[in-house]
């Protein structure tokens, strides 16, 4: 039974099993989310993503799909990295994004992750609209058949947490 937690603040802040990243398919970085980890994580996680670059991962990770690194400096014991799709229009596709939350729970059942931190894939730079994104991302979890006893969603803003908690009153 995995049970859905709520919590506004920071992701890297965070102490569990996994933390989620909002990656791009390069695996290298960028901002938000991403450069949160990378930052607060240290180098090693980089290093960890280039050797992935380098193997089974060389033209990047395709969005809708998650892969497991070091979590370097963080409370953490793994960075799962997924890469959300870019928001567009009534042109997009809520099943990658379900697929992120999913993907994501599959590593961590396969890591043997029991607390995972899942950011608000896709709705920063990726431009997807939160309450539509925080549908998809409880329903995703919900369905998902896991062994992982809490996912946190980890919400930046007062205006996200509310949306979320909305979702699950
Ligand atoms: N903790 C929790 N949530 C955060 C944090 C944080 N430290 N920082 C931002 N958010 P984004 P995306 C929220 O842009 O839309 C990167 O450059 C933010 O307010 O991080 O999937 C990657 O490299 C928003 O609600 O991810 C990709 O190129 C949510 O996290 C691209 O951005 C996601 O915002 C991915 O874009």
């Not at 970085?29 to 240290?42: C, F, L, N, T």
């Not at 890469?83 to 567009?88: F, K, L, M, S």
């Not at 999913?102 to 590593?107: D, F, G, P, Y």
């Not at 925080?134 to 996200?160: C, G, H, K, N, S």
Request: net charge negative; hydrophobic share 45%; with cysteine.
């Amino acid at each position: 039974m995995t049970t859905i937690t709520l919590v506004q603040g920071d992701i890297t802040r965070q102490s569990v099993d996994a933390v989620v990243n909002a990656a791009n398919s390069s695996l290298l970085g960028g901002g938000g989310v991403d450069g949160a980890i990378h930052r607060r994580g240290g180098p090693a996680i980089l290093a960890d993503c280039r050797r992935l670059r380098a193997s089974q991962y060389g033209k990047g990770l395709p969005t809708g799909r998650a892969v497991a690194t070091t979590a370097g400096e963080l409370d953490a014991r793994w960075v799962i990295h997924t890469v959300g799709p870019v928001y567009q229009g009534s042109g997009s596709d809520p099943a990658l994004l379900a697929s992120c939350y999913r993907a994501s729970l599959e590593v961590a059942d396969e890591l043997g992750a029991r607390t995972v931190a899942f950011p608000a894939v896709s709705t920063g730079a990726y431009g997807w609209p939160m309450a539509d994104a925080a549908r998809i991302a409880v329903e995703a979890v919900r369905a998902a058949e896991t062994a992982v006893e809490e996912v946190r969603f980890v919400l930046f803003d007062e205006q996200a947490y509310r949306v979320f908690a909305e979702l699950l009153r």
